[in-house]
């Protein structure tokens, strides 16, 4: 029996014609391990990844596999998107046994739940120095029939032995200003001249340490931190790895290069890569950098955004089983869509050769320089999207994570701000609608900044066609959440987003925050894994401590909360021990640093909206590339306004004006838009 089919997760719901008798993750699944006396196969996956479909069609689509898993196992199928607690624990364990680490994820267990082997993919015949998983079935059901006191030894010295790797930083100090320039070194070691980036192959988008530099460059000057941050973005968005025809960025590159992508493309990397071009070309002004927001913003409404108003999780790496077929291009296709001139000059725009970039003679198109001719590269761009788009298109992952959307918010707010564009605000409202309406459980009295409901709301982790899935939310969702919500608060005056993200972080620290200031990723009333997962690290996305860290800064130089800004350096603890031993693994909790280190700077304005003169410092203060400054604007009268960063500002002889604090010990109030801009870092503007 197959128990999938009422699963909200697309990933599972891939499986659920398997011949695998798979469970969800859940008690009934392990006692039915107690009661049968089999150990657990655990396989963690998720639906945009390749290999994990590889796997599933060439073994538990088999029904002589299926059948030895059935007999001898119980089996439970994760989505690591749904589960990143489950999936977290267990891939600790299969580095530690293994050395290494990735998906599908293969771990055998006991009705306990401590791992005894662990694995990735396993090939059906021995290959690559691999045995074949109906080998490894074979081997490990014999194994526990004849050598039970040791395997179950062996899974409780893993467990205690992976419990002890991970240090405390109770007590930490966040990074300082010598810290945070020892990062800027090791980083400049690290930086590929050529390419962008960091290391080598293969090459993941480091949109948080890009983040990082944006910020260390805009509090000391270093011109060095800006150009790292320039080159990178431009190779990115030149390279295969960004699709120059329908915008956002595909997950890694396999080479250093930027050239060749693994093609899935998931939310996350493009709302964290859509905030960080929005800040360089707030920056710098340039021009790639804008047509990337656009392009990109606009793919993420186009083709992620789910009828409720949420935004969908990935898309497939695979069309028809193969890997990248939807946007790879041989010169005989290109000529074919657009005609033999045409398609010659774009084989030449695009980089494409008779031997192809890619496999079997295809490439992925690049852009090394913008044509001259710019209606024409236009012209036969559009044409190549509409050939492209009569394609079978990839799968869609149209499950709604609440933390991704909580970036992709943040990202849209801000973006749609600065570049002009209402629809983008208009998009993160709505997706920050679906998240209360379906996502956010418990929220039933009215509260204030100063007061919030009592921490009995929860938040669910996934939704999908506008239904709520069952998992709790993980630290990492309650802080994107509130990142997010605070951005709409920011760029639309709406205080209720700012009371909303209070609520959140008031779980946040009464949840995930222990007496010693510690944080765990999972609440203290979820359900108890054999280890409580912990990691302070930032890898695809911010790290629930990190991502805590930002969002607990900004809600205090919102609200002036001495709590919030202490339970924020609690947060950053590990940043200081972090800098300068691997900071391309805490870009978020680096930058968020930043923040701390330049105040956050807090900036009210008070003024009639309809007023030019408040549009005017409003839009000076929006193009200020202050480190994590938080944006509060407001009419003329504010003595008694809900948000406390807005009290007592009042309007100058009349006129709309800005004060600029550091926690609220504010600036002479101006006036005068081109002052306002000198205090922030922001290039000169007018209103349009």
């Known amino acids: 029996m197959n128990r999938l089919k009422d699963a909200t997760s697309p990933y599972l719901l891939q499986h659920a014609e398997n011949p695998v008798h798979w469970w969800q993750w859940s008690d009934e699944a392990f006692a039915e391990a107690r009661r ?3 150990p657990v196969l655990l396989s963690v996956g998720y639906s945009a990844c390749h290999w994990c479909h590889v796997m599933a069609h060439e073994s538990f689509e088999d029904p002589k596999t299926a059948q030895l898993m059935n007999e001898n196992f119980v089996n439970i199928k994760v989505d690591r998107e749904e589960r990143p607690d489950v999936d977290a624990v267990y891939m600790e364990a299969t580095q530690a046994m293994t050395g290494q680490g990735g998906w599908p994820m293969t771990v055998f267990m006991t009705p306990s739940g401590e791992p005894f082997y662990c694995g990735t993919y396993f090939p059906p015949t021995p290959r690559f120095g691999m045995p074949s998983f109906t080998q490894l079935l074979l081997a490990l059901s014999a194994a526990w029939s004849t050598q039970r006191d040791e395997i179950e030894r062996l899974g409780v010295d893993i467990v205690r032995q992976v419990g002890q790797r991970m240090p405390s930083f109770a007590g930490a100090q966040p ?106 070309w707030r920056s710098t002004g340039d021009e790639l950098a804008r047509r990337v927001v656009n392009e990109t913003a606009d793919w993420m409404l186009r083709e992620l955004r789910t009828p409720e108003g949420g935004f ?9 089983g193969v890997e990248g077929k939807f946007y790879v291009w041989t010169p005989g296709q290109l000529r074919e869509a657009l005609g033999d001139d045409d398609g010659d000059w774009a084989i030449g725009v695009y980089g494409l050769t008779d031997a192809g ?19 024409r590269y236009a012209r036969i761009r559009k044409a190549l999207r509409a050939d492209r788009d009569g394609r079978t298109r990839p799968a869609r992952d149209d499950k709604v994570v609440a ?76 802080a994107d959440v509130a990142e997010g919500f ?38 203290r009333s979820a359900e108890r894994l054999v280890r409580r997962p912990q990691d302070p690290t930032d890898n695809a996305t911010p790290s629930g401590r990190s991502a805590a860290a930002g969002a607990l800064l900004s809600y205090a130089a919102y609200t002036g909360s001495a709590d919030h800004r202490e339970a924020a350096e609690q ?57 994590g400054v938080v944006i509060a604007v407001g009419d003329q009268s504010q003595q008694t306004a809900a948000v406390p960063l807005l009290r007592e500002r009042r309007p100058v002889d009349g006129a709309p004006a800005a004060y600029v604090c550091r926690g609220f010990v504010c600036d002479a109030p101006t006036t005068d ?15 349009e």
């Open 571 to 627: 947060a950053l603890g590990p940043t200081a021990a972090l800098a300068a031993r691997a900071p391309r693994f805490i870009g978020w909790g680096l930058a968020v640093a930043e923040a701390l280190a330049d105040g956050p700077r807090e900036v009210a304005i008070v003024g009639p909206a309809d007023d030019d003169r408040t549009r005017l410092l409003r839009r000076t203060a929006f193009l200020g590339s202050a480190p």
């Open 175 to 280: 990074a300082g200003a010598e810290e945070l320039e020892a990062a800027l070194r090791v980083l400049q070691s690290d930086f590929d001249p050529r390419s962008g980036g960091f290391g080598t192959a293969p090459k993941f988008p480091p949109s948080m340490v890009l983040e990082f530099l944006l910020r260390h460059h805009a509090r000391t000057g270093d011109a060095q931190a800006l150009q790292m941050v320039r080159h990178t973005c431009e190779a990115m968005a030149r390279g295969g790895m960004y699709d120059q025809l329908g915008g956002g960025f595909a997950r890694y590159s396999v080479d250093a290069t930027w050239t060749v992508p693994h093609f899935e493309k998931m939310l996350y990397d493009n709302a964290l890569l859509l905030r960080v071009y929005a800040h360089l």
């Open 36 to 38: 049968r006396d089999v």
């Open 357 to 375: 970039t890619f496999e079997h003679g295809t490439s992925v198109l690049q852009l090394s320089a913008d044509p001259a001719d710019q209606a």
């Open 486 to 523: 605070l951005a709409l608060y920011s760029v639309t005056s709406d205080d209720s987003w700012l009371t909303v993200a209070g609520v959140l972080l008031e779980v946040v620290l009464t949840e995930f925050r222990e007496d010693d200031g510690e944080f765990f990723d999972t609440a």
């Open 312 to 320: 969908a999780s990935a898309l497939d790496a695979d069309t028809d």
């Open 673 to 687: 838009a081109a002052v306002l801009a000198r205090a922030l870092g922001a290039r000169a503007v007018t209103v």
């Open 403 to 478: 933390a991704w959307n909580g970036l992709a918010i943040a990202a849209l707010a801000e973006a749609g701000e600065l570049l002009g564009r209402p629809d983008y605000v208009d998009a993160a409202i709505a997706a920050g609608r679906l998240l209360l309406t379906v996502h956010l459980d418990g929220l039933t009295r009215q509260s204030t900044p100063q007061a919030p409901a009592e921490a009995s709301i929860r938040l669910l982790r996934t939704s999908r066609d506008g239904h709520a899935g069952t998992s709790m939310g993980l630290l990492e969702d309650y």
